[in-house]
């Protein structure tokens, strides 16, 4: 019995300690030390407000800073310690020398930053030394090492900026000639993209190595194309209808394939060029027609050739006019009565000249489709046209006729003479 109430008294103090603690952190929530190192130190407005006025750090720009925050713990756990930033306002700054200058602690955005303070730093000011500033603008290099892979090729390299704006002293920048990075593209097949450091050289072509050179950018975006290429064919997209099919017609096609050059990802998926839709039907016995050869977006053709030639031979087939004045009305809303006004028109037939020569012209009719009328009225509409009884033959071309649409109550009274 002993062992059970102790052991309940001592679950008891526990819960009474979990219990003050919580209301302590919650409550009461007292503040707590966090440490944090090697902050840098940043200057607002060096590259406007300082410069506008001939100005620049010659020194202390490297500055970083040691802090001690103290503050409810709950708020100090919501801080990421690489998001607090150490800031000086240039805008102080009038003259070159030597500047002792305040600097503020920023938080990130959510922390309540009156519950935090700073209980120590190892500097509460930033020396900074100002020099005057002068300016220089040096070309930049690229220069491209290693070769790719078997049956690829690196083309120049495309650079963001050709030239490099910097800051800094005279007697600093007198010598510095141009700025250059390195790109390695050994043993690769695809085009390289990044962005790039670069180093300083003068005009002996010694690197150099001076912090106190500012420039006004840190990377440059280089882009070496990297490609190879690829035979693709040309062709044709070939339209059939009954009469005007394959089995009629040859083609060629000179030249029959063109090589193009790209990256490999655009080259991968190109299977063909195509250079036109050709309906089958609108081809004469014997015709040539010419195209010019457009390569797909981002490849170009490698050769002078630019243009094609489509050779078409059809046989056996003929065409023929004939007056067609069947006309047969379909799919009339309800309550309407559709009729057609034109008496006849000329259709022109192509197909297998023996089934040609058998049509006497009462096989064809002309189907005309009332379903998109709704209100009385006189309209033109497009026909069909339809060969009974002749599987290899159709109508060259599109037709239309003048046709009328009356309410039944209209025609009655036409009718009645009412």
């Known amino acids: 019995?002993?062992?059970?109430?102790?052991?309940?008294?001592?679950?008891?103090?526990?819960?009474a300690a979990i219990a003050i603690w919580l209301y302590v952190d919650t409550v009461r929530q007292p503040s707590v030390p966090m440490k944090v190192k090697n902050i840098p130190v940043e200057f607002y407005g060096e590259s406007t407000t300082l410069a506008d006025r001939g100005l620049m750090i010659l020194s202390g720009y490297d500055t970083t800073i040691d802090l001690t925050l103290k503050g409810p713990r709950r708020q100090l756990w919501q801080i990421d310690k690489d998001d607090i930033r150490v800031v000086v306002d240039t805008g102080s700054i009038t003259e070159a020398g030597t500047q002792s200058l305040t600097y503020q602690v920023v938080y990130p955005d959510g922390v309540a930053k009156n519950s935090i303070s700073v209980d120590w730093a190892s500097a509460y000011r930033v020396t900074v030394t100002v020099g005057e500033l002068f300016s220089k603008t040096v070309p930049i290099r690229c220069e491209v090492t290693g070769t790719p892979k078997k049956n690829f090729y690196a083309e120049d390299p495309i650079l963001d900026m050709d030239s490099l704006l910097l800051h800094g002293q005279r007697d600093d920048l007198v010598n510095v000639s141009y700025a250059k990075l390195t790109v390695d593209i050994n043993g690769t097949d695809k085009s390289y993209e990044n962005a790039v450091g670069f180093t300083l050289y003068d005009y002996n072509d010694i690197a150099i190595n001076n912090d106190a050179i500012r420039p006004a950018a840190k990377l440059v975006q280089v882009k070496v194309p990297v490609k190879t290429t690829k035979e693709v064919p040309l062709e044709i997209i070939v339209r059939?209808?009954?009469?005007?099919?394959?089995?009629?017609?040859?083609?060629?096609?000179?030249?029959?394939?063109?090589?193009?050059?790209?990256?490999?990802?655009?080259?991968?998926?190109?299977?063909a060029i195509t250079l036109d839709t050709v309906y089958l039907q609108d081809i004469s016995q014997s015709q040539t027609m010419y195209y010019e050869i457009i390569a797909p977006e981002?490849?170009?053709?490698?050769s002078n050739i630019k243009n094609a030639t489509v050779k078409f031979t059809v046989t056996g087939v003929m065409e023929k006019t004939f007056t067609v004045s069947r006309f047969l009305v379909e799919r009339v809303k309800e309550g309407f009565t559709g009729q057609c006004v034109t008496e006849s028109i000329q259709v022109t037939l192509r197909g297998l000249a023996?089934?040609?020569?058998?049509?006497?012209?009462?096989?064809?009719?002309?189907?005309?489709?009332?379903?998109?009328?709704?209100?009385?009225?006189?309209?033109?509409?497009?026909?069909?046209?339809?060969?009974?009884g002749y599987e290899n033959v159709s109508a060259k071309g599109n037709y239309q006729v003048n046709v009328r649409l009356d309410t039944n109550g209209t025609i009655e009274s036409e009718r009645t003479g009412t």
């Open 1 to 15: 019995m002993n062992k059970k109430r102790k052991a309940v008294r001592i679950a008891a103090s526990i819960v």
């Open 240 to 271: 059939e209808s009954a009469g005007s099919t394959l089995e009629q017609t040859k083609y060629t096609i000179s030249p029959r394939s063109v090589t193009l050059a790209g990256e490999k990802e655009v080259l991968d998926g190109i299977s």
């Open 298 to 302: 981002n490849t170009e053709i490698v």
């Open 354 to 388: 023996a089934e040609i020569n058998a049509i006497t012209g009462e096989e064809i009719v002309a189907v005309i489709d009332f379903s998109s009328l709704s209100s009385a009225g006189e309209y033109t509409l497009p026909v069909n046209i339809v060969v009974s």
